[in-house]
């Protein structure tokens, strides 16, 4: 059975928060995956894209909401005594909304063309 909306928007918020805990937070506090940080951010905003779409299947405006989001978080490091802003980071933060918004919308359209046919 699918969770609910409301489960899913839960799921959504906790991760969101869970992202800038881990980029602002203390260092020592981090949970590392043991993979090169650029995928570890890739795969953190690709899975708050893709919990964000399923919570509200509009992915253009989920992507546009996550999009300066994404880079927020990454220039807020600048705010942190232990951490700068780097850019290559938030390009892989932004590409990772764009490309499960993308995919996202692209499921949609299929799934809509389908219940047609």
Known sequence: MFPSRKWLLV???????????????????????????????????????????LAWPRPGIVAAVLLPFAVAV????????DRTPDLATALAAAAAVALAALLADLVLTVRKKRGKA
């Open 74 to 81: 990454e220039a807020a490091q600048g705010l942190t005594a």
């Open 11 to 53: 799921g959504t918020a906790l991760l969101a928060a869970a992202i800038v805990f881990a980029a602002l937070g203390p260092e020592d506090w981090q949970v590392r995956l043991g993979l090169h940080w650029l995928v570890e951010h890739f795969l953190g905003f690709f899975g708050l894209t893709v919990l964000a779409c």
